[in-house]
């Protein structure tokens, strides 16, 4: 299986703390954080951040790394993200829930990020009485949480789905199987750059590794969809095909204005060439990684650390050139 369908896998369990109110809001919720924080220093080098410490430009530009989520950042008088050294790990305190624990790993790893995070759960559990109901599970501010607490997904490449008109039933396929299909940013979100992510939709009366099961079959039966698809692609118009990725090569390696989605939408052809053959990287994880550094609140952050006066467009364009001159070869 070509890994580029696969880019990650996201675990996250939902944690409220017995006889604490949900959306805590007095100063229980720093004495939370600070209980939690100190757990965690003892497992793994980490640090915590508070959302009062930041500015929105700074808050979106961490959304963009996936390490915080958009209603977290709202919460600016008692939200904060414990941030492991690798940043594999985040825990956001006070969000819609009092603790979601969070393990984010490259490619198809469900069953790797839940044994990672159940290590920390356990911990956290150890220090502090989560909110739990014997028939019910842990209860979760969301209903759609109760239960394990658990939200297994997995963010998806599906180009050749799109282009081929398939993908609209094969998620509704998927749906029928208890997935729910949403963007790149989660709940809200729309889909970008052909970017989709497909998690479970229930969390009640079915266990954490049911879940991530079905998880796992969801992601693997959208994956041979794709590549079905990739082969029609080819098999169908190998011209239009090829000069659709040289396109977007070509506008990428020489631009000088480069708009956000208009750059999702270009390095995904660049992806589909190295696909097939036509192009070829030195490092595949490092196109992913080019697509949440060109993110507009990232770039608005380091044109500011760099103190330079530059259009954010224009700053696109000159990074993603020296990118693809770097790393991106046309065979």
Known sequence: MKNDIFISSRVRLARNIDSFPFFLKDERAHGLSNTVFAVLKQMDKCEMYKMSEFDDIMAFAIMERHLISADLIKNKRSGAVIVGDDEAVSIMLNEEDHIR???ILKGLNLKQAYDRLGYIDRALAKELKFAYHKSYGYLTSCLTNL???LRASVMMFLPALALTKNIDDCLKSVARAGMVVRGVYGEGSEPSGFIYQVSNSKSLGITEHEIIESVEL????????????????I??????MKDKIMRS??????CHILPYSEFLSLVAFIKMGIYYGILSTKDNDALHDLIEQMGPASLEVEITNKKINIDKDIFRAIQV???????????
Request: proline content about 0%.
């Open 101 to 103: 624990e969070q393990c």
């Open 147 to 149: 239960g394990t607490g």
């Open 218 to 233: 969801a992601a693997m039966s959208l994956a041979k969809a794709e590549q079905a698809a990739r082969n029609m692609l």
């Open 235 to 240: 098999e169908r118009d190998a011209a239009m």
């Open 249 to 254: 090569y070509g506008i990428l390696s020489h």
């Open 321 to 331: 050139i020296k990118n693809l001159n770097k790393n991106i070869f046309v065979n």
